[in-house]
C-alpha cells in the first residue's frame, strides 16, 4: 500500500533498506534569474465556415451591416426579440472577441437556440491560441492534436465545467475548541510569537509561523462550507438504515468503476511552477472543461489583465486565487485515465499555504511534483525556502511514494535535453535522500501552458529526437493502486464541515479504512457522539456504501453540526479511535537551526488536523538503524536526529498509533513556518 512506509530512519517497516536521511539537503551554488513569463494571447481569426466574407474591423453591431439589416427586417418583433436576448447571452460569454455578424448569423442559423449557436461560433476557428514566447515548432506541432480533440468535443456542449471542490483546512476553518480547564495558550509557551498574520509582507516564515501557532478563535458559529458549486452538495439519498444489508465489499469495489481503480493524486511543487496551468489544461485536453468555458475563462482572465492564468482559472477558483495568482486551498476534481478514476488535488504552493498543501497531501496516494524548467527558476524553487524541496519531504513523510516530476516550462528552454537531464540529476539525487525508491519516480518534460506531452505524446521532433518516454497522463494510468484498508474498522477524517439543504448536515473526506454504509451508526471523536449515515455521495452521485480510499460526503443525522469540526475523525462505534491530549512519539528531526529543547512550542499537523502542541519531554534519542536508545533524557534535539519524545496538545485529538494504522498515526511537526520534524505515534498517554 502507498502509504505502508515509515518515517526515514525508523526501523518498523522491513521496506527501509537505505539509512539516508529525510532533510539532508543537497549542497548547490545555484543563481536565480528574472523569471520570464509566457504570453497567452488570443487569436481573433475570421470565423471561416460560419462567416465567409470579410468582417468588418470594429463595429459589429448587426443593424449597422447591410447583411444584418436585410436579416432583421425579415424578423418578426418576437424573432428581433429572441434575436437580441441570444446576442445578450453570447456576448457574455464570448466577450468582444466575435463579430456580432457572425454572432447573428450563428443564432438565426441555429433557430434561435443558444447553446447551438456558442458551440457552432466555438466549434469554428474561434479556439484558444496559446502561444509561448518562443514560437517553437514543438509548441506549434501540438495543434493538430487539440484539433482532434476539438472536432470531436464539438457535441452539444452544455457547460462543462470540471466540479472543484476546495477542501477545507482546519487551520483556517477550525473554530470550536475543547479547552483543557487549566492550561492557557501562555502556559503552552504559543505567545511567543508576534500576533499578527501577514500573508504578503516581511518574512513570510515569522509570520506565518506565527499565523500558525495562534489559538484558534472559539466561536460559536461552524465551520463554513466552501463548495464552489452549489451542485456539489451531496444529494442525500432517502432510504431506512432497517433495510440494510450486508455487501461483500471487495467483490464490490472490483466491480465498481467498470474495473478501474480509484487513485488520490496531488499536485506539488513550488509557487508559480505551472501546477494549476498544467493541471487545467491537462482537463481541457481530456475534455472535462468545454471550449465554451475555457473562452470565458480566457476572457475574464484576459479582462483582469492575467491572460496567462486562463488555464489555471479551471482549478483556482475563488476571487482572491485568481487575484493574486495563486492557488490557496486545495482544489478537488475528478478525471478518467484508462484504467483508473483519479481524484486529483491541486495544491497551493506558496510558503503561506503549507497546511493547506499538508491537508491534500494527507490524502493523497500518489503525487506530481511540477518544476519549472526555466534557468533561474528552477534553482529558485530547490534551493533552501523553496518549496521543491519542502514539499518533496513533506509528502514522502506523509507516506506518498509514487512520484511523477513534470519538469515543466520546458518551452522556456527550447526543450532542451540538456537542461532536462540537469534537473533530473538534481531532483533524483535530492528525492533518493528524501525516501523514494528511484523506481518510483519518473519524469516527465512537459509544457502546460502550450499542452505538450500532457494526454498524448508529443510528436515534435524536438522532444522525440530525445524523449521516448510516457506523457504525463499514461504516467499517471501507470501509477500502482494502493492496497485500501478495508478490512479494518471504519475511519474518516473530516476534511469539511456544511449544511445541507435537507435535515442532517455533511461532511466530507478520504475513507482511510474499513467502509461505509447508508444506514450505518457512527461515532466521532473526540466529542465522542454518534449519529446515523443518512446519504454517501462518491463524486457527487449518491451511492449506498463506500470504502477505504474514497473521498465521500457524508449526510448524517442524529448529531448536532456544531459538535463536529475539521481534523474530527468518524469511526465504528464498536471498534472506536482513541482520543488524547498527550501521547509518545518517535520523530525524525529535519534540517533545523535551532535546537528543539523541552516546552518546545510547535503545530501539530496530521490528516486534516492542524493543532497548536507542546514538546512535553525529551525521553531518548535512538539509533537511526536500529531505533535502539543512544541516550537517555537529552537536554536537545538537533537536526537529523531520531527521538522519542512526548507531545502535548491543548485539545483532544483523536489519533491511532503508527502500527495499527499508519495513515492516522504519522504527523508532521511546524515551527515557525518550517516543518521542524516527521513522527509516528509509539503510545497515547491519557
Ligand atoms: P502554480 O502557482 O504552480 O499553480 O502556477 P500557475 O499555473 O499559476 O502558472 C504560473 C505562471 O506560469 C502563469 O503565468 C502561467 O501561464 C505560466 N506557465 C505555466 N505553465 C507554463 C509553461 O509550460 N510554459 C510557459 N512558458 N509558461 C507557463
Not at 332 to 355: N, R
Not at 451 to 472: D, F, I, P
Not at 588 to 598: A, D, G, R, S, W
Amino acid at each position: 500500500m502507498a502509504r505502508h512506509r515509515n518515517v526515514r530512519g525508523y526501523n518498523y517497516d522491513e521496506d527501509f533498506e537505505e539509512d539516508d536521511l529525510y532533510g539532508q539537503s543537497v549542497e548547490d551554488d545555484f543563481c536565480i534569474s528574472p523569471s520570464t513569463a509566457a504570453q497567452f494571447i488570443y487569436s481573433r481569426r475570421d470565423n471561416k465556415a460560419g462567416c465567409p466574407e470579410p468582417l468588418e474591423e470594429e463595429e459589429y453591431g448587426y443593424e449597422d451591416t447591410e447583411h444584418s439589416n436585410c436579416v432583421s427586417q425579415k424578423l418578426t418583433e418576437i424573432q428581433k426579440a429572441q434575436l437580441e436576448s441570444c446576442l445578450d447571452h453570447m456576448r457574455e460569454v464570448l466577450g468582444e472577441s466575435v463579430p456580432e455578424k457572425v454572432m447573428v448569423e450563428a443564432v438565426l442559423h441555429n433557430k434561435f437556440d443558444v447553446q447551438q449557436a456558442l458551440d457552432s461560433v466555438l466549434s469554428q476557428d474561434n479556439k484558444p491560441n496559446l502561444k509561448t514566447k518562443n514560437e517553437d515548432p514543438v509548441l506549434t506541432g501540438k495543434a493538430p492534436k487539440g484539433k482532434d480533440r476539438d472536432s470531436h468535443t464539438a457535441r452539444v456542449e452544455p457547460d462543462i465545467v470540471p466540479k472543484v471542490t476546495k477542501m477545507t483546512v482546519s487551520g483556517k476553518k477550525q473554530t470550536t475548541g475543547f479547552e483543557i480547564p487549566g492550561m492557557t495558550v501562555e502556559e503552552n509557551g504559543h505567545n511567543a510569537f508576534p500576533p499578527q498574520k501577514g500573508l504578503s509582507s516581511g518574512d513570510a516564515n515569522v509570520n506565518v509561523g506565527a499565523a500558525e501557532i495562534l489559538p484558534k478563535p472559539v466561536l460559536p458559529s461552524q465551520t463554513v462550507q466552501t463548495f464552489e458549486e452549489p451542485t456539489m452538495a451531496p444529494t442525500p439519498v432517502k432510504r431506512s438504515g432497517k433495510a440494510k444489508q450486508q455487501i461483500d465489499v471487495k467483490a464490490e469495489l472490483e466491480k465498481r468503476q467498470g474495473g478501474k481503480h480509484l487513485l488520490n493524486l496531488v499536485v506539488i511543487g513550488h509557487v508559480d511552477a505551472g501546477k494549476s496551468t498544467l493541471m487545467g489544461h491537462l482537463l481541457y485536453l481530456l475534455g472535462n472543461v468545454n471550449k465554451r468555458t475555457m473562452h470565458k475563462y480566457e476572457q475574464e482572465s484576459k479582462k483582469a489583465g492575467k491572460a496567462s492564468f486562463a488555464y489555471a482559472w479551471v482549478l483556482d477558483e475563488t476571487g482572491e486565487e485568481r487575484e493574486r495568482g495563486v492557488t490557496m486551498d486545495v482544489g478537488m476534481t475528478k478525471f478518467e485515465t484508462k484504467t483508473k478514476v483519479i481524484t486529483l488535488m491541486d495544491a497551493p504552493g506558496h510558503k503561506d499555504f503549507i497546511p493547506n498543501m499538508i491537508t491534500g497531501a494527507a490524502q493523497a496516494d500518489v503525487a506530481i511534483l511540477v518544476v519549472d524548467a526555466s534557468r533561474g527558476e528552477f534553482e529558485a524553487g530547490f534551493e533552501t525556502g523553496g518549496q521543491t524541496r519542502e514539499h518533496g519531504l513533506l509528502v514522502r513523510s506523509l507516506g506518498v511514494t509514487q512520484l511523477a516530476v513534470a519538469v515543466n516550462k520546458m518551452d522556456q528552454v527550447n526543450w532542451q535535453q540538456e537542461r532536462f537531464q540537469e534537473i533530473v540529476n538534481k531532483l533524483g539525487q535530492f528525492l533518493k535522500q528524501a525516501g523514494f525508491k528511484e523506481s518510483d519516480v519518473a519524469y516527465i518534460p512537459t509544457s502546460g501552458l502550450g499542452g505538450e506531452n500532457l494526454v498524448t505524446r508529443s510528436q515534435s521532433s524536438e522532444l522525440t529526437k530525445w524523449y521516448e518516454g510516457k506523457c504525463l497522463l499514461e504516467q499517471i494510468d501507470s501509477f500502482k493502486s494502493p492496497q485500501r484498508s478495508v478490512d479494518k474498522p471504519f475511519r474518516l477524517c473530516v476534511s469539511d464541515v456544511f449544511k445541507d439543504q435537507g435535515s442532517g448536515f455533511c461532511v466530507t473526506g478520504k475513507i482511510d479504512a474499513g467502509y461505509v454504509q447508508v444506514g450505518d451508526r457512527l461515532l466521532a471523536m473526540p466529542p465522542n457522539e454518534t449519529c446515523t449515515v443518512k446519504g454517501i455521495a462518491l463524486h457527487d452521485e449518491p451511492v449506498d456504501w463506500a470504502a477505504a480510499g474514497d473521498h465521500v460526503s457524508l449526510t448524517l443525522t442524529g448529531m448536532d453540526i456544531i459538535k463536529i469540526n475539521v481534523g474530527y475523525i468518524f469511526c465504528c462505534p464498536k471498534e472506536p479511535i482513541k482520543a488524547c491530549t498527550r501521547f509518545r512519539a518517535r520523530v525524525l528531526i529535519f534540517n533545523i537551526e535551532v535546537p528543539i529543547t523541552k516546552g518546545f512550542p510547535v503545530l501539530l499537523h496530521f490528516q486534516t488536523v492542524s493543532e497548536p502542541a507542546t514538546i512535553r519531554k525529551l525521553l531518548s534519542v535512538l539509533h537511526k538503524s536500529t531505533g535502539e536508545v543512544t541516550k537517555k533524557k537529552p537536554k536537545c534535539l538537533t537536526k537529523g536526529q531520531n527521538a522519542l519524545i512526548e507531545l502535548q496538545t491543548q485539545r483532544p485529538i483523536a489519533l491511532e498509533l503508527y502500527k495499527d494504522f499508519k495513515e492516522l498515526g504519522r504527523f508532521m511537526l511546524r515551527y515557525g513556518g518550517s516543518t521542524i520534524a516527521a513522527g509516528v505515534v509509539a503510545e497515547i498517554k491519557e
